[in-house]
């Protein structure tokens, strides 16, 4: 637990069993009920599921939801304040439908609605979010067909807010909403002064892509006023930036946010609703700091912060509280949904067995190498220098044909040799030269796991996020290797090498052996939030098959399995690409009966290389095995 560091990133979601299993704890209100992942991962197995496959726990999903809301309800509650909350959940962050799904469902006593940022994730929040007390924020750039999508979500009795991000859109909607006589509920967007920080940070300030500035704020009020739609403004939004991982900024924005909610409504514009936006962070680290990928507080201090904050601001400036709106995505959906991979081989430094045994007329630099194995003796630096310079002078004649091919390799398999005896002697508690130290990660293996970062975490590789990675089972047994992640796509970007060990961040991590025909599962945690759905296919790599697990309220720790979502199959991402697959497969069987008319091929044999052609289009795009 202490190595992985799965008690300070699961939020009590993970944890490592007696047996060694990762436990699962899916439902907040039952933590002592705890699903095993090996049992899913047999079960998975036993119903022919390929990995790698995305696990879902709705449970999770649907805890995430009752806490934020829960927490919101009671902190309201406890500091009086005046207003409601009424969350949305903005759809971007995982637009799956069984997600979008279990949010409205879980959501709906708390009348949690959804937020839009484009014209599909509209469609969707209109026949997802049927409940008229629930809202539906509409953000992003709009056209006239978003903004009139929007009137029909008036016409039909929901509550969707369009939130104005730039001052054309205003106009667009006003002389739309006057056309087709249907009264729009009128969001303005803050460009905010704040300046957040993190991955995010540009959300925020005056060169934010996104938002009005104060002036045009102002603009806007004239506006609506001239065309006698004042009233239809009812929500001030801000968004400074997702995984905000230092309070102070959260605080911050409250404040500017809830000053200039007041300072307008002291104007007359009669808003409703304050719109925090996201940037609750998730603990992807454990930690719990102002890293990138933390936060340096709990979601029951970051709601209190924004209740307390504003309840005070608009006490002094003497407006009442508003209804409260936040737009959480990633606290809400990261936890849920996990990738398990099968670990297909280790690519290891200096890992191969050959001959070394002196020989005749060999060349001096073979025999020195030679000379430093098991050399004890040598000041462990200098065995270094010595290994790294002679292997170095060896390429040299090698190129200059001095060094045979034998001989480079007994030289290279001798190094390595020297590297990890050096590694192995060196005490690590005293002071070691920094070089020396670096020999961890120069003989670090990488284990070869079947999925593809680009399509299963693809913010490791575009931002350099950091996501819990630990091996699915054996956590009792101690972890003898090291090793980095390498994945299957033919791209040297296609790895992982950013871990939590302990609590620090390191380039590899302990694993186990692999053992001869026992898989060797490896989660990949907390992929519930924009990785699910960002993926692309480089290489052809397609969307992972998925299974959708519930806990069973009757007997706790047992579980079933609800949906099994299949993978894409080659024929499917290659039909993306414009392929067409039944001409393809037409072509490859006109060579086969070629060769059979040629009588190259027999006509039996044949008809078994079409079929495998054709099968191999129905299958996974990854490695089977
Ligand atoms: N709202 C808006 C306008 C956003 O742009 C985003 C994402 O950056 C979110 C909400 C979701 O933020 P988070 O996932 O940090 O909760």
């Not at 829960?70 to 637009?95: H, L």
């Not at 936890?335 to 001096?364: L, Q, R």
């Not at 080659?570 to 993306?576: D, F, G, I, Q, S």
Request: hydrophobic fraction near 35%; include cysteine; charge should be negative.
């Amino acid at each position: 637990e202490e190595l992985y560091g799965v008690n300070r990133w699961s939020s009590g979601y993970f944890s490592i069993g007696d047996n060694g299993n990762i436990h699962v704890s899916a439902n907040h209100r039952r933590p002592d009920v705890k699903i095993d992942l090996k049992e899913v991962i047999d079960e998975m197995v036993a119903e022919g599921i390929q990995f790698p496959a995305v696990i879902r726990f709705h449970d999770v999903l649907r805890s995430q939801v009752e806490i934020l809301n829960e927490t919101f309800r009671d902190t309201i509650q406890q500091a009086s304040y005046q207003g409601k909350y009424v969350g949305v959940y903005p759809v971007k962050v995982n637009q799956m439908r069984e997600v979008v799904e279990e949010i409205i469902d879980a959501g709906e006593p708390y009348n949690y609605g959804l937020e839009a940022g484009s014209k599909p994730e509209l469609m969707a929040a209109m026949a997802y979010n049927e409940n008229p007390e629930a809202l539906t924020v509409l953000n992003g750039y709009k056209d006239e067909d978003y903004l009139t999508l929007a009137l029909l979500g008036r016409r039909l009795g929901r509550k969707m807010i369009v939130v104005v991000e730039k001052f054309s859109e205003l106009e667009m909607l006003v002389a739309l909403a006057q056309k087709l006589n249907i009264e729009p509920m009128i969001g303005l967007r803050s460009k905010m002064m704040v300046k957040s920080q993190g991955k995010w940070a540009s959300s925020s300030g005056e060169r934010a892509k996104f938002g009005l500035s104060i002036a045009e704020i102002l603009n806007a009020i004239d506006y609506l006023k001239k065309h006698d739609m004042l009233h239809c403004a009812k929500l001030l939004h801000y968004h400074i930036g997702s995984q905000i991982s230092d309070i102070r900024k959260i605080k911050e924005a409250v404040t500017e946010g809830a000053r200039l909610y007041a300072k307008l409504v002291q104007m007359g514009v009669p808003m409703e609703y304050l719109d925090i936006g996201g940037g609750l962070g998730v603990d992807y680290d454990g930690t719990s700091s102002t890293t990138d990928s933390s936060r340096n507080y709990s979601t029951e201090e970051y709601i209190a912060d924004v209740v307390y904050g504003v309840k005070q601001i608009c006490e002094l400036e003497g407006v009442p509280h508003p209804n409260l709106v936040s737009e959480s995505g990633r606290a809400i959906t990261a936890y849920h949904s996990m990738v398990v991979t099968n670990v297909v081989g280790e690519i290891k430094p200096g890992g191969t067995e050959f001959d070394i045994s002196p020989t005749e007329g060999e060349h001096v630099l073979v025999s020195n190498m030679r000379e430093l194995i098991g050399d004890d003796k040598t000041h462990p630096q200098e065995r270094y220098n010595d290994a790294a310079s002679f292997k170095e002078s060896a390429y040299e004649a090698f190129k200059l044909g001095v060094v045979d091919l034998p001989e480079i390799a007994k030289i290279d398999v001798m190094y390595w040799q020297i590297l990890t005896d050096i590694h192995h002697s060196l005490d690590r508690d005293s002071f070691v030269i920094q070089e020396l130290e670096a020999l961890e990660n120069t003989l670090a293996s990488q284990y070869l796991g079947n999925f593809s970062v680009f399509q299963s975490a693809a913010d490791t590789w575009a931002i350099g996020q950091l996501l819990p990675i630990v091996p699915i089972t054996r956590l009792d047994e101690k972890p003898s290797v090291r090793a980095s992640i390498a994945d299957i796509t033919c791209d040297s970007d296609g790895k992982i090498s950013k871990f939590i060990e302990g609590t620090q961040v390191s380039e590899n991590i302990p694993l186990h052996p692999l053992r001869k025909d026992e898989p060797y599962h490896i989660g990949m945690f907390l992929t519930g939030a924009y990785q699910d759905v960002m993926g692309d296919m480089h290489n052809l790599f397609g969307r992972l098959t998925e299974v959708h697990i519930f806990a069973h309220d009757e007997e706790p720790g047992d579980f079933y399995i609800e949906e099994i979502v299949p993978g894409n199959s080659a024929a499917r991402v290659l039909e993306t690409m414009q392929y067409n697959t039944d001409y393809m497969a037409k072509v490859v069987k006109k060579a086969v009966d070629q060769q059979i008319r040629k009588g190259g091929l027999a006509p039996r044999e044949g008809v078994r290389w079409t079929d495998f052609y054709e099968k191999c289009l129905d299958g996974s795009t990854y490695l089977r095995t």
